[in-house]
């Protein structure tokens, strides 16, 4: 999954960033609300975490701004103690939910899976499940029938992405985008070496799913 942080103090940016990372999430960190509009307009976050009181533009703005574009991504507004009108005005403007700084990291950890819930079937919040196949976040494995298969981290990500939405087609693009970055060189040749990665490990447990190739448009999970 893909988060967006907007936080223009810098060392608590990126602290948030390291924990998140460090639990299996793509991070992007930006500093000001003028970066923060433009990453959220693009529209492959799974979760926004944003500052109210940033340079350029409020976290605020940058809600109403992407509300009003229908960019529905769930977002974690950062407040301060004494921000309460801001918090109940970020609430009207269409944020999902808030935390006072400062926070413990677990209570973040845990307001974002509550965000970030998915489609697929969820077993609990480090287990994703299709069809009897288990996706499990703590060993980093699939696990089908007893039989399990730890996946590297990128192989890890796409295949969360596969099971949180199955039976639809995955572009590429889309892939690239939330798993590597909009501004990445990742080429299509190396998403085609990871799928068939997956596909080899899939087979190794005979899992009841396949990763199905849409020619010249991208992947589903049948
Ligand atoms: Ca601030």
Redesign the pocket.
Do not use: Q
């Given at each position: 999954m893909r988060i967006l942080i907007v936080?223009?103090?810098i060392q608590l940016a990126d602290a948030l960033s390291e924990i998140l990372k460090r639990n299996k999430y793509t991070v992007d960190t930006v500093y000001n609300g003028i970066d923060g509009l433009d990453n959220a307009m693009s529209d492959v976050y799974d979760c926004i975490i944003l500052?109210?009181?940033?340079p350029g533009m409020s976290g605020l703005e940058i809600l109403s701004n992407i509300r009003r574009e229908k960019i529905a991504t769930p977002v974690l507004l950062l407040t301060a103690r004494s921000e309460i009108d801001d918090k109940i005005n970020g609430l009207d403007c269409g944020a999902d939910d808030y935390l006072t700084k400062p926070f413990v990291t677990g209570e973040l950890l845990a307001r974002l899976r509550a965000l970030t819930r998915r489609r697929g079937d969820i077993v609990d919040d480090n287990r994703l499940a299709y069809n009897g196949l288990e996706l499990n976040k703590n060993t980093s494995s699939v696990i089908w029938n007893g039989s399990d298969v730890k996946l590297s981290l990128k192989e890890y990500q796409i295949m969360e992405l596969l099971i949180s939405n199955p039976r639809q087609i995955l572009p590429k693009e889309r892939i690239i985008e939330k798993i590597w970055g909009y501004e990445s060189d990742v080429e299509y040749n190396n998403i085609e070496v990871y799928i068939s990665f997956l596909r080899k490990k899939l087979s190794v447990i005979s899992a009841p799913v396949q990763i199905k190739t849409a020619r010249g448009i991208g992947y589903s999970l049948e």
């Open positions: 936080e223009d103090e500052d109210i009181m940033l």
